[in-house]
């Protein structure tokens, strides 16, 4: 390991060959203790090694000790001197970090307190983003680029980071999506700066045909992020999977052919950490399953590298989460909360939209122009979330969208293909509204009725959003 051995040939040659002889025939020295902190964590920094050299004489051998589960280490029996005392640790090479260095004096054989810790957030992202005349702005992600196999760092990896930026216009909601692209060096390490201080980015690295998923992850409002990413074979295909025996759940493995990786795990409720049966867990770019009775499940075939994982239950609402499917990695545990714990505090207050929809629904229904469902249609569905209604709806599907970072609802156009209708809620034009957007604003107990338009015959009330690709219509209570 990098860290290991850089730091021993350091100290040794900082303190030359120790001489047991004479250390022992000494008055026992002084002790030097102190805690590791991650700053970043804000939490102490275990299995940090640390060590101490002379930095005044070769006489004095060096000392080293690990911090313990608290980042508490003690060097013991240190003579009276002038040294140096640093430590390592496998998050200072993620964070691109050479070992930060203290120095000690002990004198007449007294303790010395030294607290050692990786810098603040702040004073790293001026460390790697901020030229010294340019003020610091924005956050900044960072990591190491790993081969899913054998995880050793990637060079010349592309590391590409996006997100949203909505924008009020005088013609209406405007969506961006600006994109930062950097390459990882030859240690595998990228740094993307000037990102958003705090919200969600969405992440992809690739090199040739290898790349990851594209993962959403959330910066910190301290503005630093550290992220590892590893490098699978891209594979877009779904393929079938199945739930393992329930007697056993096995640990992620390698497939020995397809360089595939088991991916296990469990599904529990948030509330009480009981085991949800019959989840569905999925992967955009792998394998699906679902739950045993204890909530344990295993995707097989799942494709190795940092993944999108997606878990869905009847009344719970779903999880979309990056993993990484790696040979020997940990499994994974879900907690997923109910829909009323999440929406239960969402209240709408508006003039009654039902009565209006109830005034032309029905006489439009009779007509025979358009798809309408009820609120029964919809109970027989038994949607998760507003947007798994359009689902089983022909002629429509839910799709997600790299590009425009979200899921989208299409349409089967009538010239284009599958495109983006037009949508109406009580009545008013939401052109932009994506699914995740109408899965955020509302429930599928709160829909009366929904009308589906392709084509000719749209009614009146609903031309101004007509399109070659069609409209969509939901009420609610």
């Not at 390698?254 to 990786?261: M, T």
């Not at 907690?335 to 109830?358: C, E, F």
Request: charged share 20%; glycine share 10%; with cysteine.
């Amino acid at each position: 390991m990098r860290f290991l051995t850089l730091l021993f040939v350091v100290l040794v040659a900082r303190a030359g060959v120790s001489q047991p002889s004479v250390v022992s025939a000494r008055a026992p020295g002084a002790v030097v203790s102190g805690i590791v902190r991650d700053s970043i964590a804000r939490g102490p920094l275990a299995g940090a090694m640390v060590q101490l050299v002379a930095a005044d004489s070769q006489a004095r051998g060096g000392r080293m000790a690990v911090a313990d589960s608290l980042g508490r280490y003690a060097l013991a029996d240190v003579p009276n001197g002038r040294y140096t005392v640093g430590f390592f640790h496998p998050m200072l090479d993620s964070l691109g970090l050479e070992p930060p260095l203290r120095e000690v004096f002990v004198d007449n054989g007294l303790p010395v307190r030294v607290d050692l810790g990786i810098p603040s957030p702040a004073r790293l992202r001026a460390a790697i983003c901020a030229a010294p005349s340019t003020p610091l702005s924005g956050a900044v992600v960072i990591g190491v680029v790993r081969d899913a196999q054998d995880r050793a760092p990637v060079a010349g990896a592309t590391v590409t980071g996006e997100w949203l930026e909505l924008s009020f216009r005088r013609e209406g909601l405007a969506r961006r999506i600006p994109r930062l692209v950097v390459t990882t060096g030859e240690n595998g390490w990228f740094a993307i700066c000037d990102l958003p201080s705090a919200g969600m980015i969405a992440l992809r690295a690739s090199r040739g045909g290898d790349s990851t998923d594209l993962i959403e992850v959330q910066v910190p409002t301290h503005g630093l992020l550290r992220r590892e990413l590893y490098l699978g074979y891209a594979r877009h295909a779904p393929t079938a999977g199945t739930t393992r025996p329930a007697d056993s759940i096995d640990p992620p493995r390698r497939d020995a052919l397809s360089g595939d990786v088991r991916l296990s795990g469990i599904v529990l409720t948030a509330d009480g950490g009981g085991p949800i049966v019959g989840a569905q867990v999925s992967m955009v770019s792998g394998s699906r399953t679902r739950t045993n009775e204890r909530g344990e499940f295993t995707l097989l075939n799942a494709p190795a590298g940092t993944r999108t994982l997606e878990v869905r239950a009847l009344s719970f609402y779903p999880e979309r989460r990056a993993v990484d499917v790696i040979a020997d990695g940990p499994l994974i545990r879900v907690a997923l909360s109910t829909l009323k714990a999440v929406l239960d505090t969402v209240r709408v207050t508006a003039s009654r939209p039902a009565d209006r929809m109830r005034s032309g629904f029905l006489e439009r229904r009779r007509s025979g122009v358009g798809r309408f469902l009820t609120q029964e249609d919809i109970r027989r569905r038994h949607p998760i979330v507003t947007s798994d209604i359009f689902r089983t709806v022909s002629g429509v599907r839910v799709q997600y969208d790299a590009d425009r970072f979200d899921s989208r609802i299409l349409m089967r156009g009538a010239v284009d293909g599958w495109c983006a209708p037009v949508i109406y809620i009580d009545g008013r034009q939401m052109n932009t509204l994506s699914a995740d957007e109408i899965d955020t604003w509302m429930r599928p107990d709160d829909i009366v009725g929904i009308e589906v338009y392709a084509g000719a015959g749209m009614p009146a009330q609903f031309e101004q959003g007509m399109s070659a690709c069609g409209t969509i219509v939901i009420w609610t209570r």
